[in-house]
C-alpha cells in the first residue's frame, strides 16, 4: 500500500501570513491610522456597550418543559376494533375492461394505452 501525498497548496500547516508590505511609505502610514482609528471605535463601542455578551455553553441534556397545574395534558384512548393480529397484502390492481387494447411503447420507453388498432399502427410507424 503506497501512501500519497497531497499538493503543497492543499495543506493547513505553515499558512501564516507574513509581515505586510507595502508599496510605498504612504501607504504604509494609511493602514497604521486606519488600524489605530479601529482599535479607537472598537474601545468606544466596548466603553458604551459593554463587553460583548459570552454565550452559554450548551448540554446534551434533555429539558422536557413542566406542565402548569389544571392544564394537565388530556389521554386520548385508541379505539378497539376488536381485530388483531396482521394485515392482509392488498391486491395488486389490474385492468378489467374493454376500452384499451394494450400498451405501447413510444419513444425512450414511453408507455403509451392502445385504444385500436389504427394507433397501434402509428406507433410502430413512429421513429425519432
Known amino acids: 500500500m503506497t501512501m500519497q ?16 508590505k507595502f508599496r510605498n511609505a504612504e501607504e504604509a502610514r494609511k493602514a497604521r491610522e486606519l488600524a489605530a482609528e479601529w482599535e479607537a471605535k472598537q474601545a468606544k463601542w466596548n466603553k458604551e456597550y459593554g463587553k460583548p455578551i459570552k454565550l452559554k455553553k450548551t ?21 378497539d376494533s376488536g381485530h388483531t393480529g396482521a394485515v392482509t397484502i392488498k391486491q395488486t390492481q389490474q385492468y378489467t375492461g374493454d376500452k384499451i387494447i394494450g400498451i405501447g411503447t413510444m419513444h425512450k420507453s414511453n408507455a403509451v394505452p392502445i385504444f385500436n388498432d389504427e394507433a397501434a399502427k402509428d406507433i410502430s410507424k413512429m421513429r425519432r
Open 5 to 20: 501525498l497531497a499538493h503543497p497548496a492543499l495543506t493547513t500547516l505553515g499558512k501564516r501570513k507574513g509581515k505586510q
Open 59 to 79: 448540554t446534551n441534556k434533555l429539558i422536557i418543559p413542566k406542565i402548569p397545574e389544571g392544564r394537565g395534558t388530556r389521554h386520548l384512548s385508541s379505539i
